[in-house]
Every structure is written in C-alpha cells, then in structure tokens.
C-alpha cells in the first residue's frame, strides 16, 4: 500500500546458555552416588558449557537424582580442575562427590 508505514521487525535476541559458541563433545565419567543418581558410569554428550560448573547444572537438568547433590571435586583430562576451568572439545570431565570418612 503506497503512503504507509510498514513497522520494522526485530530478532529474539534472549538466548538461554551460550548458543553462540560450537558444541564440543565431552566425555562425562561419574563416580560413587553420582554414578548412582545417573545410572551409568560415564557418558558421551555434546554441550554448549563454557566450564565445568555449567556442564553440571546442565547435566543436572537432563539427570534429575544429580539436583540434590553438590559435586566436590571435578577433574578435566584426568588433572583436578577448577569448577570454572573451560571446557574444550574431547575433553573428558570426571565428577566426584563429596566424600565422609571417619
């Protein structure tokens, strides 16, 4: 139609994680009552996480028994790791949980 306005239209741009970013492929080795919580030893995922702590609440959405529990220590390419530590594709992310001993 000549003489109107057309209105002009913007992208969603609010994205939950990091979409941006490529996938990598990590293989996820689980210990103890996280093991438990899984249901397998170790598994192969691929994940938009940028460190160790976001694949955790990632993989906590996706497994719900690993919510009620806080990881101690995380390990990346079998060398303790920080949980801020990035992650990099074929790197493989091992979780423990805390342990009691007496």
Known sequence: MAGTQQKS??????WVGNT???LVNLKIRYFA???????????AVSS?????RE???ELSL???????YQAALV????????WD???????????FPPVAGG
């Open 85 to 95: 530590s990035p992650l990099a594709d074929g790197d493989e992310v091992l979780f």
């Open 75 to 82: 390990a990346i390419n079998n060398e303790m790791a920080d």
């Open 48 to 52: 938009n996480a940028d460190s160790a």
């Open 62 to 68: 996706k497994n719900p028994g690993l919510k009620n």
């Open 20 to 22: 941006s970013k490529n």
């Open 33 to 43: 009552i996280f093991r438990e919580a899984v249901g397998t030893d170790s598994e």
């Open 55 to 57: 694949l955790f609440a």
């Open 9 to 14: 239209r913007s992208k969603c741009t609010a």
